[in-house]
């Protein structure tokens, strides 16, 4: 058994590519490019991840650029993206670095996953993708490619293609009537990732760490300082670690999530001005914003405060930089994830319940929790009279045995420093 090192790939060497497509520009001048540059036959798969696009105009774009409708895929992933990959990352309350939700992380094996569905079905022998090479995308999306498929031929332009500059990249758009929205004409001032989690905006003009992001990066929250005087109180249930209902009505988690963004939104949560280590070495500025997803996290945190023994919450949190970091490398589809996945999703048996959230201007407090699973014992941790449930005295020989080696370590070798 072994796998074989192909490329790079001359005209002839693909028959057939599946490409992620979005419909603009980029990736429009992709879906030519390798038309043109290895002569191969091309299919497209759209996907709705709730990024807030009409896939209607993809369509139309990809038909006028020569793409047969049967060669055409578009897919609303939405359901299938916030119950397999969404839940399951936010069981481990993944955050990368501390404080990244991981939202454009998380979409990426499922794009994909996707793409590689669709090149079993099509007969395809290869697959592309937009993602520069710069980024962490690029190691996500191949990543999974080969974690599915190993005999898979990658092509992704960006590291290939002379159109470094976006004066080529609209000749080349130019020359082969790939029409080029107004907006367009211009340098983007940023790049920008948007799906149902989050959305991330890079580059350009918030390359300076020093800069403060100017409110009009802003796009799917208000800011705080606009928010409602009021507070907004909610309620989030889980069964079993995921979120099953808000306000006590049950929703499916897609329509969870977004009833959690507009909540957010309106309540200018979820912003993050971060500086991250990417995969490839190099630090970079993102602005993100995450609004339904930092209630989620919030309300997980606090639904597990009730229901996961100490020690498996204190291994959970021992572990969970390592699962942040695994899916933000790009090894969503590892062992190791799926590893990690299982211990993850043994411990959340019992995390079943209701919290209560208050929302105000840019702040996601945890006011309230119940569980029929709850560990949680008034009667022993009550400063009033316990009746017997807990024997204060039993209090010192615990304290005694584990003073017992700083003692001895006073007497032996002086102690701690005076
Ligand atoms: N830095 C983020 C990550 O690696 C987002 C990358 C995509 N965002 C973008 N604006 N192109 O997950």
Not at 93 to 119: D, F, H, V
Request: neutral net charge; contains cysteine; aromatic residues 8%.
């Amino acid at each position: 058994m072994s796998v074989t090192y192909t490329g790079p790939y001359k005209k002839g060497d693909i028959k057939k590519v599946v490409l992620a497509y979005s419909g603009g520009l980029d990736t429009s001048v992709i879906l030519k490019w390798l038309q043109t540059t290895y002569g191969c036959e091309v299919v497209t798969f759209t996907a709705d991840l709730g990024q807030g696009e009409e896939l209607g105009p993809a369509r139309k774009k990809a038909e006028m650029l020569g793409i047969k409708p049967k060669n055409i895929y578009m897919d609303d992933v939405r359901e299938e993206f916030v119950k397999d990959f969404v839940f399951p990352m936010f069981r481990a309350n993944a955050l990368y670095e501390g404080q990244y939700l991981l939202g454009s992380s998380i979409a990426r094996p499922l794009i994909a996953k996707r793409q590689i569905e669709i090149a079993r079905e099509v007969g395809a022998d290869a697959v592309a993708h937009g993602a520069t090479g710069k980024g962490n995308d690029q190691v996500r999306f191949e990543l999974a490619y080969y974690a599915l498929k190993p005999d898979i031929k990658v092509i992704a332009p960006w590291r290939e293609w002379e159109l470094s500059s976006r004066t080529k990249l609209l000749e080349f758009a130019e020359k082969n009537q790939i029409p080029i929205a107004k907006d367009k004409r211009g340098e983007a001032p940023f790049s920008i990732d948007a799906n149902l989690l989050h959305s991330s905006s890079e580059g350009k003009i918030l390359e300076d760490p020093w800069e403060e992001a100017d409110e009009s990066v802003y796009q799917r929250t208000i800011s705080p300082e606009d928010a409602p005087d009021k507070a907004t109180y909610i309620t989030v249930d889980f069964e079993k670690g995921d979120a099953t209902a808000v306000d006590g009505k049950k929703m499916s988690p897609a329509t969870l999530l977004t009833r959690l963004n507009e909540l957010g939104k309106k309540n200018g949560i979820g912003r993050l001005d971060l500086v991250e280590n990417r995969f490839v070495g190099m630090k970079s500025r993102g602005i993100y914003e995450t609004p339904g997803g930092t209630i989620l996290h919030a309300a997980h945190r606090g639904i597990e405060s009730i229901t996961l023994d100490r020690g498996a919450g204190h291994l959970k949190d021992e572990l969970m930089p390592k699962y942040a970091e695994l899916v933000y490398f790009g090894f969503w589809f590892s062992p190791e994830r799926e590893m990690l996945q299982a211990l993850i999703d043994k411990s959340q048996e019992n995390v079943s319940g209701t919290v209560r959230l208050k929302l105000y201007k840019g702040n996601t407090s945890v006011v309230g929790r119940k569980s029929p699973k709850s560990l949680y014992s008034m009667k022993t941790v009550t400063f009033e009279d316990d009746q017997g449930a807990y024997d204060q005295r039993d209090a010192e020989g615990f304290i005694k045995l584990n003073a017992l080696r700083l003692r001895l370590r006073a007497l032996g070798q002086g102690g701690p420093k005076r």
